[in-house]
């Protein structure tokens, strides 16, 4: 969705407020999609701070479906968004390079381009590891059993290769 922010940009403490419905998205991540369970709307302020700048902030609270990394069962996957930036409009330039390009980004002219920040943000708040719970035990690698239910049975002894050449000496005779 964009967002026309000409009012913002042209008038000092100018604000615009808006809240985005959230229902039916799904965040298409590096490592698979996922889908909304629930969330807030999400919110959005714009207020401007001088010719041609608005400050942007926002926030959201969201539920994802995810996999635990663990014991592949469905894990919910809870992301907090709130941020503050800096916006500008297409005719505004600074003196300094990178800012130009981060104060322009999510920009389509004076509109603000609402899901390219949104994903932006989910993308940044992402979890590194997704847990069903902070001490699952996670899988057998022998047989694959869920060690969260019980133990199997199976032997995960794994030797050292650095003593394979004492092993032998033991078990030649």
């Keep these: 969705m964009l967002i026309n922010l000409s009012d913002v940009f042209n008038t000092v ?3 615009l407020e808006t809240e985005i419905p959230v229902s039916g998205y799904s965040f298409e991540g590096s490592l698979g999609s996922y889908r909304l369970l629930k969330g807030d709307a999400f919110r959005i302020k714009a207020e401007g701070i001088g010719k ?3 400050k942007v902030s926002g926030t959201a609270h969201l539920y994802f479906a995810g996999t635990c990394d663990r014991c592949l069962k469905e894990a919910p996957v809870e992301i907090s968004i709130s ?3 800096e916006f500008a ?3 505004f330039k600074s003196d300094d390079e990178d800012e130009n390009e981060e104060i322009h980004e999510f ?3 004076f509109k603000l381009d609402s899901d390219a920040l949104l994903y932006d943000e989910i993308t940044v708040n992402w979890p590194v590891k997704i847990l069903c719970r902070e001490d699952c035990r996670g899988l057998c690698p ?3 059993h869920d060690l969260n239910e019980g133990d199997c049975g199976c032997d995960t002894f794994v030797p050292d290769p650095r ?5 032998d000496i033991f078990h030649r005779d």
């Design 163 to 167: 003593m394979a050449v004492l092993s």
């Design 83 to 85: 941020f503050e930036r």
């Design 89 to 91: 409009s297409p005719d």
């Design 107 to 109: 920009m389509d002219g």
């Design 52 to 54: 041609g700048r608005a």
């Design 13 to 15: 403490g100018k604000t």
């Design 142 to 144: 022998v047989c694959g």
